[in-house]
């Protein structure tokens, strides 16, 4: 589409972070963006004033990877290629990409080799962040080594005669830290764009879209009593008339300790009235009996949402209806919901009856193309409370997705992976120079959902043991390191309260009432913690996790404190030893709690939820 305004064009490898290169473009720098195809016809791009080739999952070697429209590459505007896209550069004029011995997740330092505009006010030795398995191993002819990190030789190339540049690394997410910086020096000092894009969010563009897509029909919305769907809910009411909407919350018995009991009193608080709540514990539980796989779950979970919606509107005789819901862009991406993306978890609302309704436009989502921070910033302009506002997100399908199962077919299988991990985590650790002597790391017998270089990854945990645990930054380096050089393994956990021990056991767990309970209890002693103890506001999520492992006839609970703005990369965030002073004691005392672990794993590799 043609603008007045300048414009950069992100072509979309399926990465992870592709919308989050033009969030960041728009609202940082102030320049108008577009995604499209990397099939685009170069003529349909004309318009633009430069090219970033995004991230994507694939393997530039893979039989079947995905390909760029050759004419893209030989535009005369500038190109910036991230991660695939720097290998698409570097295939395409004849350079050599080589799958990399030693994967890259996580923090690297940048070595700057030679002045170039690209990396103009950035300091040598910048922290980036990594996400790849292949690199460049022969650069093309006429391109320049820029800079390179620890296990990168090429981290930066470039050919300003060509106007073509290269990272290995991903600018766009906030864990490199002046990726936004570098960012500027292509769009506005090598494309020359104008900072004249206003990216403040409109409100009435939202509420007209919104009658727009909805048109003489119903809505039907679905609330958690999040941040997400209580934004939904206020812009529904604000733009519809009272009886062109309803509003249920559906009581699913995956929620948190007297969550649904407070949930229509927070919506009074925005002029939502007319609150039902659906009381469907019961449906839940019996539909999750025996289910032990996490996309499985994911979907009943899903299915279930809109089988009572679907219900409730047959008994309101309501055939010309829409379902309004509180999708976010991460849940589109981690979906595999644009066209190149792998799937890393099917969230709630990327099941396959939503996929169908979205397809006959029976689905509005007001919020879709935003991230959680930009919904936080919507709900503050519609003058919603601060409490209700930067509360921490909790997922659709609730504690659903926090307690772990496994049967015995999981079990056999995972314990026969186990013995050569574990031989590798023991050469791991005596080959630091930092764990050599003071760690011991046991790979748990139970699996969790990651995300590797864009791909899901479903591998195991370790628990290590460390007598210093009084400064977190070797500790987070370590899990960052191990993780990155050793297969089969997402997470690194750092056992609390709990003396060195022999490998625990498997347990053989599902979703139950009592096991729900259990994880409320436990998730409520969390949350009360992180409150008294002042850190709440500033850890943006944490999750607390039952993990079916038993070291003395319990099962564990991990504690997962992240920092994050857009849920695509999350770091640890430290909590204070008092916290855990008072915590841990708590957690143990409960009835099916025997041993305590903080997650201390950077996304990537390890999800900010384990499934």
């Not at 999952?57 to 590459?73: F, K, N, R, V, W």
């Not at 922290?127 to 296990?151: C, L, Q, Y």
């Not at 380096?477 to 750092?494: K, P």
Request: contains cysteine; negative net charge; charged residues 25%.
């Amino acid at each position: 589409m043609n603008s007045d305004h300048d414009t950069i064009a992100i072509v979309d490898n399926g990465g992870q972070f592709t919308h989050l290169i033009s969030t960041l473009i728009r609202n940082g720098l102030n320049v108008r963006t577009e995604i499209v195809d990397p099939l685009t016809p170069p003529e349909e791009l004309r318009y633009v004033k430069g090219l970033i080739l995004s991230g994507g999952p694939d393997s530039i070697h893979e039989e079947g990877s995905l390909q760029i429209e050759p004419g893209i590459l030989e535009m005369e505007v500038p190109v910036l290629g991230l991660c695939y896209g720097l290998h698409e550069i570097t295939a395409h004029y004849s350079g050599e990409v080589d799958t990399s011995d030693l994967k890259e997740y996580g923090y690297a330092a940048l070595h700057i080799q030679c002045s170039d505009p690209i990396l103009d006010g950035i300091p040598d030795g910048d922290r980036v962040w990594m996400s790849h398995g292949d690199k460049v191993g022969v650069i093309p002819e006429g391109f320049r080594r820029v800079a390179s990190t620890k296990n990168c030789p090429v981290a930066v190339m470039s050919d300003p005669e060509r106007k073509r540049w290269g990272f290995q690394f991903h600018p766009e997410v906030e864990d490199t830290t002046h990726g936004l910086q570098m960012l500027r020096n292509f769009v506005i000092g090598i494309c020359g764009c104008r900072a004249d894009w206003t990216t403040e969010n409109n409100i009435d563009d939202i509420l007209s879209i919104i009658r727009s897509e909805v048109g003489g029909r119903k809505v039907l919305a679905l609330l958690s009593g999040g941040v997400d769907s209580t934004v939904v809910a206020a812009l529904l009411n604000r733009a519809l008339p009272e009886e062109r909407t309803r509003f249920i919350h559906v009581d699913t018995g995956l929620m948190r300790l007297g969550e649904s009991g407070s949930v229509a009193e927070a919506l009074a608080s925005v002029g939502v009235t007319d609150l039902e709540v659906v009381d469907a514990a019961g449906l839940y539980l019996e539909a999750l009996d025996g289910v032990c796989d996490p996309e499985e779950k994911r979907m009943i979970i899903g299915r279930l949402f809109v089988d009572i919606i679907n219900r409730a509107a047959k008994e309101a005789r309501e055939e010309d209806w829409v379902l309004a819901q509180g999708t976010l862009y991460p849940d589109t991406i981690e979906s595999g919901g644009t066209k190149n993306a792998d799937v890393i978890k099917t969230h709630h609302n990327r099941v396959d009856i939503i996929m169908q309704m979205i397809e006959e436009k029976r689905v509005i989502e007001p919020v879709k193309e935003l991230y959680k921070a930009e919904v936080r910033e919507v709900g503050e302009m519609l003058g919603l409370p601060p409490h209700m506002v930067h509360r921490h997100p909790f997922p659709g399908p609730g504690l659903g997705i926090r307690a772990l199962c496994q049967d015995q077919w999981l079990i056999q299988n995972t314990l026969g992976e186990i013995p050569p991990i574990q031989k590798a985590v023991d050469e791991w650790i005596e080959g630091d120079d930092w764990a050599k002597g003071t760690m011991k790391g046991l790979v748990l017998p139970v699996r969790s959902v990651g995300v590797k270089g864009d791909c899901r990854s479903y591998e195991h945990p370790v628990a290590v043991w460390t007598e210093d645990r009084t400064d977190w930054g070797p500790i987070k380096g370590f899990a960052t390191r191990m993780v990155n050089g050793i297969r089969g393994i997402n997470r690194c956990l750092l056992m609390m309260g709990l003396n060195d021990v022999d490998m625990p056991s498997p347990l053989e767990r599902y979703i139950t009432e009592w096991r729900m309970d259990l994880l409320r209890e436990a998730d409520q002693i969390v949350m009360s913690g992180l409150s008294e103890h002042g850190v709440y506001d500033s850890v943006w999520q944490c999750p607390t996790v039952l993990v079916p492992v038993s070291f003395s006839g319990g099962e564990m609970c991990v504690i997962r404190p992240v920092w994050s703005r857009r849920a695509m990369t999350a770091e640890v965030a430290e909590l204070p030893d008092p916290f855990f002073e008072d915590v841990v004691p708590k957690l143990l005392s409960l009835n099916g709690i025997d041993s305590v672990a903080v997650d201390v794993t950077s996304k990537p590799p390890g999800t900010i939820e384990w499934e």
